[in-house]
């Protein structure tokens, strides 16, 4: 799985303008089952994705048409982890469990 952090290098108000075509985008991303949680920081100066286990390339290629890193108004940065431990309700997300 993947932990997604994408930085604003505009202002607030500039990024707001893209949001919009960012919440189309992340619906998509959703539909495709690649993305499991997001929301924007508190304080609102990125967002935060948990990502599904892909591959890293898969991963960089959705990532690359985030409007917010199209128009340049954010980078990405990508942790990789294996969901070892889960809540009950999260256990079919649980990566040492076999499927």
Same mark, same amino acid.
């Given at each position: 799985?993947?932990?997604?952090?994408?930085?604003?290098?505009?202002?607030?108000?500039?990024?707001?303008?893209?949001?919009?075509?960012?919440?189309?985008?992340?619906?998509?991303?959703?539909?495709?089952?690649?993305?499991?949680?997001?929301?924007?920081?508190?304080?609102?100066?990125?967002?935060?994705?948990?990502?599904?286990?892909?591959?890293?390339?898969?991963?960089?290629?959705?990532?690359?048409?985030?409007?917010?890193?199209?128009? !340049?108004?954010? !980078?990405?940065?990508?942790?990789?982890?294996?969901?070892?431990?889960?809540?009950?309700? $999260?256990?079919? $997300?649980?990566?040492?469990?076999?499927?």
């Amino acid at each position: 799985m993947y932990i997604v952090v994408l930085k604003f290098t505009r202002s607030l108000d500039v990024v707001d303008l893209a949001l919009p075509d960012h919440v189309a985008w992340s619906a998509k991303q959703y539909e495709a089952g690649h993305f499991l949680v997001s929301g924007r920081q508190v304080p609102p100066d990125g967002v935060v994705i948990i990502a599904k286990a892909m591959t890293r390339g898969k991963l960089d290629a959705i990532m690359a048409t985030c409007p917010y890193v199209v128009q !340049r108004l954010a !980078r990405y940065e990508v942790t990789e982890f294996r969901a070892t431990r889960t809540a009950p309700e $999260l256990t079919k $997300l649980n990566e040492a469990i076999p499927a």
